[in-house]
T-cell receptor
Framework: NAGVMQNPRHLVRRRGQEARLRCSPM?????VYWYRQLPEEGLKFMVY????????ESGMPKERFSAEFPKEGPSILRIQQVVRGDSAAYFC??????????????FGPGTRLLVL | DAKTTQPPSMDCAEGRAANLPCNHS???????VYWYRQIHSQGPQYIIH???NNETNEMASLIITEDRKSSTLILPHATLRDTAVYYC???????????FGKGTLLTVNP
């Protein structure tokens, strides 16, 4: 059973460019979460999505960041007009159906974004 | 979610048991204790979780005190590959926002 897949593993962008990070959840998982880890800091929650729905984006910056989880295909975290402060590791996690109880989240290997 | 306190670092000899403590004195009755670890440059890896009872799986054991104010993660036979930052997280059963603190850097020495 393949785990959570993220690509690319490393991404280099120049200031002002767009970054697209992809996440394929574990088989059978319908919930996706994105976290960001700045250098020397702990992971911080960004957004929680189900298929075609954003459930909670309270941890996501209001501007330049967006996330989606379409009916078909991976979840995408999109960062427009990147700045140096966006340099971080971005982790995706997935869990099975949430039936009023927090199911265990399983994390992918992360995408390390470097903004030059 | 309740706050957790962990020592910043610990050392353990290879082959010995590693006992990682976590204090969560403000934990409420319906909050779970989760343990994750992060090996350098990798994503967090789920280890184990529990509510009241002690738990054991193929990776580790979780011992929760009777008053639930603290817990200990036990790796019974630590290997060099267990060197990682270990995070103790307390979370409501309905809360999906995991809060990662600074964790404990466990270094397993040969």
């Amino acid at each position: 059973n393949a785990g959570v897949m993220q690509n690319p593993r490393h991404l280099v962008r120049r200031r002002g460019q767009e970054a697209r990070l992809r996440c394929s959840p574990m088989k059978g998982h319908s919930h996706v979460y994105w976290y960001r880890q700045l250098p020397e800091e702990g992971l911080k929650f960004m957004v929680y999505l189900q298929k075609e729905n954003i459930i909670d984006e309270s941890g996501m910056p209001k501007e330049r960041f967006s996330a989606e989880f379409p009916k078909e295909g991976p979840s995408i975290l999109r960062i427009q007009q990147v700045v140096r402060g966006d340099s971080a590791a971005y982790f995706c996690a997935s869990s099975p159906f949430l039936g009023g109880y927090q199911e265990t989240q399983y994390f992918g290997p992360g995408t390390r974004l470097l903004v030059l | 979610d309740a706050k957790t306190t962990q020592p910043p670092s610990m050392d353990c000899a290879e082959g010995r048991a590693a006992n990682l403590p976590c204090n969560h004195s403000t934990i409420s009755g319906n909050e779970y204790v989760y343990w994750y670890r992060q090996i350098h440059s990798q994503g967090p890896q789920y280890i184990i979780h529990g509510l009241k009872n002690n738990e054991t799986n193929e990776m580790a054991s979780l011992i929760i005190t009777e008053d639930r104010k603290s817990s200990t993660l036990i790796l019974p036979h630590a290997t060099l590959r267990d060197t990682a930052v270990y995070y103790c997280i307390v979370s409501l059963g309905s809360n999906y926002k995991l809060t990662f603190g600074k964790g404990t850097l466990l270094t397993v020495n040969p």
